[in-house]
């Protein structure tokens, strides 16, 4: 009879259990708190040294009241309650970037989240040219060109470029540059104020002759006169700098109605 009631027992303890058990999965009564693992991955380890992991809510709550996780052997586990949160990085080099979407949740609780180098685009620049002409070839025999920035700086360091067929042509970031010539005769003239730009990158600076102005002059007339006009039949006139030089390289001029005219240079 003891041994039939400690059976029965034991059986009534059985049920009991699978009772509790089946009811629990019946009324969907879920664990009190779920792991969710996070790992951080990247082709260049050194680009994880500083990462930091953090969960937060969709309220834009943080699991652990914030605080972040770096990784072990490039892990971080939070221990919370069952819910869906996304993942969130710290640490990021500047040059990487990531998948700012990845979420974990009591469904799946793992996540991977990948670093990857950010495409560097290459700088962009602008091919500006310049084209030099003359109707005198021989003036653009040692011409060249060079660009400035507003700021005074200059394109490639302030090296100047020969022409080529005329032209020069200078690889820079987009901007407005001015024109500048060096090795121009100096009885040639060009307009200083040409500039290149990125909406128009072409530009051409003419060469052309100075005006030659003639000499200014001045005539200087002296008169000689005397009593006995026969006194004048052999004179003649000449004028002298104040450093002793002569006009008309020296010449004298004989009288004309008693007169000597000179044109000389103001003086």
Known sequence: MKLFKRIMLTVLSLCMALGLVGLIAACGIEKATVDYTVTVTCAEEAALANVKVGLTTSEGGNVDGGAEKALTAGKATFTAAPGTYKVVLSGVPETYEWNTNVTVSEAAPNATVALTKKAVEPPKTVEYTVTVTCAEEAALANVKVGLTTSEGGNVDGGAEKALTAGKATFTAAPGTYKVVLSGVPETYEWNTNVTVSEAAPNATVAL???????PKTVEYTVTVTCAEEAALANV?????TAEGGNVDGGAEKALTAGKATFTAAPG
């Not at 052309?208 to 003639?214: F, L, Y």
């Open 208 to 214: 052309t002759k100075k005006a030659v102005e003639p």
């Open 236 to 240: 003649k006139v000449g004028l002298t």
